[in-house]
Every structure is written in structure tokens, then in C-alpha cells.
């Protein structure tokens, strides 16, 4: 195929661009929160990257399950787009190169975790934010998905169900209830309803520390499934 000249490069961007610009308003992503969202990344990528000046992953000096959660969104919309690319590459080097390294694993040797599971200061901040900010829209979904399976029964799962609040900072907006925040939540749910005697007390301990004591102790009665690709009630 021939490569596009730049005229037909910039309006095939801009066309598909205008398609995910008209949704971001759905995700939260306002002219009225950008502030707050931009100064959450700035704090985030200041905390990623003390972190990475110490350890080459999350958990340690080898990947793991919380390496390839955070790695998705840093790489496809982060590490890629060339402003979000270059502010990385300028302010947050460490996490750039983290990026880097995720995408070359099978080239790396691989050392221990952190001694006694272990988690870093930096890493405890930004969980403990995203108790407090997070996990109040994702019980909120819950609690507004239960309603809406009882007020349509029968009916196939859209992909959003309504709107609700959330904070980032100071700052409040709205955004979509989307049901596939419930199905990413239910996972580690189950995890954490897994564990028993030492190991439950451990995980209750850290969580306390980091505001998430009652966070995690949700409830949901119309857990989901995912059948050929579709969200489904179990």
C-alpha cells in the first residue's frame, strides 16, 4: 500500500479523532474536569516515577499481574500519542522506559519482588486515591446496575445504563454507569473472597492502610458474566 500524503493523513486523524472527542464527554472527560484530570496525571506520574527510579516494576524486579493492569492505558493512549509520549519522556523517564520494558519481556532477565510482599510508598499513595475516588462510582454501578436488572428483566445489557457523580480531587462531574466496571470489579472480588486465616488478615491489614477497609467489602447480588464477548447476569 502506498503510504497517504500528509493532507490525507491529517483528515483521516481528524475524522477518526472527532468520533472518540464526542465521547469523552460519556467517560467524565470534560472542559470542566480537565483541570483535576490533568493534575491527577501529573501526581501519578510523579509517583510512578520515584518508584521506577527504585524498582523495574511494580511489585519488584519482575512483572507481574499488577504490571500488565496498569500497562494497557500508559501504553495505547500514553506512550503512543506524541504530546502524552513527549510529557512522559520529559517529566516521568522512568515510567516511560517501564513502558519500554513491558513490551520487550521475553528479552529481560528477571530478578525477586520486593522482600515480605512488600509495597512501595508510591504505590500505596496512588491505591489509596483510587479507594477514595474510585470505589464510590464503582459501588454506586452496582447498586444502579441491581435497580436497572430489576426494572428490565429479560432484556440484553447496554453498554452504558445511565449517569452518575464522581470526584477526582476537588473537583465533581458526571459520567456514564458503564456495567463493565461491575465485571472488572467482580475479579478481584472473588479473589479477596478467596483468601482465609493468615493470608485474609494480611490483605484486611494493608487495606486498611490505604483506605480500603470498606471499600472492598461490596456486595453484589446480580454478579455478571461474559458470554461471547457480551455482559451477561450469571
Known sequence: NQRADEATQRAIGQKNGAMFKNFAPALGATQAMAPAIEAWYDELLALLNRHFAKHRFLLGDAPTLADFGFIGPFY?????DPYPMIKMQREAANVYQWVTRMRILDELQFGDLIANDEISDEINQILSRMFREQFPA??????????WAIANPDTAIPRMI??????IGDSEGQRMVNPFNQWMLQRPLDFYGTLQG?????VVHWL??????????IEINKPLARVNNRLVFA
Not at 464503582?138 to 435497580?147: G, H, I, M, S, Y
Not at 493468615?198 to 494480611?202: F, M, V
Not at 486498611?208 to 467489602?217: E, N, S
Request: charged letters at 30%; hydrophobic letters at 40%; glycine letters at 6%.
Open 162 to 167: 445511565g449517569q452518575h457523580n464522581f470526584i
Open 208 to 217: 486498611a492502610q490505604i483506605d480500603g477497609a470498606d471499600a472492598i467489602d
Open 198 to 202: 493468615e493470608e485474609k488478615s494480611k
Open 76 to 80: 495505547a493512549h500514553l506512550a503512543r
Open 138 to 147: 464503582l459501588r454506586d454501578t452496582v447498586a444502579q446496575l441491581e435497580q
